[in-house]
């Protein structure tokens, strides 16, 4: 397992933007399929975007297609979650997760990650 910390969360106004990073442990980080969710006060965990090993294929969920953009650096072992237009409803805490894969396609499951960070929390006022 890799142990992942994220960063990069704050306040922002509607329609601005924020970057998350994820740094991983580990030297088998490109080995790796990642993943970034967000869970809302009340609400179930929901995918928001996933990436594969070699950074080759992306996935979004449809609420932020468009908006949102996952990249990784497999040098630096970070992943990165650039956020663009970002509207209230985005505001939740957004965690990142790895699983241990190099299928091309990243997979919006969340239960099969298998490691999670703590948490950043994103919060955007209207």
């Known amino acids: 397992q890799v142990q992942l910390v994220e960063s990069g969360g704050g306040l922002v106004q509607a329609g601005g933007s924020l970057r998350l990073s994820c740094a991983a442990s580990?030297?088998?980080?490109?080995?790796?399929?990642m993943g970034w969710f967000r869970q809302a006060p009340g609400k179930e965990r929901e995918f928001v975007a996933g990436?594969?090993?070699?950074?080759?294929?992306?996935y979004y969920a449809d609420s932020v297609k468009g908006r949102f953009t996952i990249s990784r650096n497999n040098v630096k072992n970070t992943v990165y979650l650039q956020m663009n237009s970002l509207k209230p409803e985005d505001t939740a805490v957004y965690y990142c997760?790895?699983?241990?894969?190099?299928?091309?396609?990243?997979?919006?499951?969340?239960?099969?990650?298998?490691?999670w960070g703590q948490g950043t929390q994103v919060t955007v006022s209207s």
């Open positions: 997760a790895a699983r241990y894969s190099r299928s091309y396609r990243p997979e919006r499951t969340g239960d099969l990650y298998d490691s």
């Open positions: 580990g030297r088998t980080f490109s080995s790796y399929a």
């Open positions: 990436i594969n090993w070699s950074g080759g294929s992306t």
